[in-house]
């Protein structure tokens, strides 16, 4: 009977020493997902609006080089698809920036050129994405103002995604002192410009006189009147629209839009695409605009 009860304990025994050592062999890995892409490239492209970027595609692979998500900014041009994605690549691959390889290049190491192109873009702009401590692929990107731009915005994208949940910490509490935005509003500056990969921006704004009529592709304006009175004006057309950054465009004046006269207290949201215009404006105006994508 001894022998009998004491097998299943042995057995026992043996299957668990066997089952720590397959665990001991193995790793959990972490892995790029498709929102965690997303959110990366959503920050490079928000760098790259702050920047005035005149374009860029951006495109986020996995570990293994496989694409998973790419952007292309209007205006960018064609080839940059290609040139993005081989940038990543090459980040992910060799688990480091694509700036070094361009440096050891032109440092004199040309046989490094000589490297399939198929894997290897040696061009700086592809940066590794990190999380949990280990590379769970790269971004990419090309077709901003130069190499080291491209670089920039591969960093915001990089930074959002490491500074999110992806990289187990989540985004900060933003906190401005009365003296920092009252300093903020006697010129007009951006209080938070969506760092971290958020959609949204803060602009303590000022005016001292009317503006020109804009338009914004891709942001809504949330406005409220701190101080003075002015004569807005959304809908309508816009006359003379000439494009002045990536999804920004400016024009002289609106033709058949509504007309508000707007003082302390109010709030307007206007949508993304919508013509505004501060037609007239009383010295001093402030407001706070809050920018969502």
């Known amino acids: 009977m001894r022998r009998t009860l004491v097998f299943p304990a042995l057995a026992a025994a043996v299957f668990l ?4 050592s397959a665990t001991a062999q193995s790793v959990t890995k972490a892995s790029i997902t498709r929102d965690g892409a997303r959110r990366a490239i959503a920050a490079a ?3 790259a609006r702050l920047k005035q970027a005149p374009g860029a595609v951006i495109a986020v692979v996995d570990d293994g080089g496989n694409l998973v998500a790419l952007e292309r900014i209007d205006g960018t041009f064609a080839a940059g698809a290609s040139i993005s994605i081989g940038k990543a690549r090459t980040a ?3 688990k480091k920036p694509t700036k070094a390889f361009e440096d050891t290049i032109n440092g004199g190491r040309t046989a490094m050129a000589a490297l399939p192109d198929a894997f290897f873009t040696p061009l700086q702009g592809g940066v590794p994405l990190v999380a949990d401590g280990q590379i769970i692929g790269a971004i990419g990107v090309s077709g901003a103002a130069s190499k ?3 670089e920039e915005l591969a960093i915001a994208g990089a930074s959002a995604l490491a500074k999110n949940d992806e990289g187990g910490k989540a985004p ?5 002192r009365s003296a920092e935005v009252t300093a903020a509003f006697a010129k007009g500056a951006v209080l938070f410009d969506g760092e971290d990969g958020r959609n949204y921006m803060v602009h303590a704004s000022h005016r001292d006189a009317a503006g020109m009529a804009e338009v914004h592709d891709l942001d809504a304006d949330i406005i409220y009147v701190l101080d003075g009175t002015a ?3 959304t809908g309508g ?16 004046g609106i033709r058949s839009g509504e007309t508000r006269h707007i003082a302390r207290g109010d709030v307007l949201i206007v949508p993304k695409g919508t013509p505004h215009w501060f037609k007239e404006v009383s010295s001093p105006f402030n407001y706070y605009v809050v920018k969502v994508r």
């Open 231 to 233: 004569t807005f004006v």
């Open 45 to 47: 492209v928000d760098a």
């Open 172 to 176: 900060a509490v933003s906190y401005w």
């Open 237 to 252: 057309t816009a006359e003379n629209l000439k494009t002045t950054a990536p999804n920004e465009a400016r024009g002289s």
């Open 148 to 150: 080291e731009q491209d």
């Open 17 to 20: 020493a066997a089952a720590a």
């Open 92 to 94: 992910a691959l060799f």
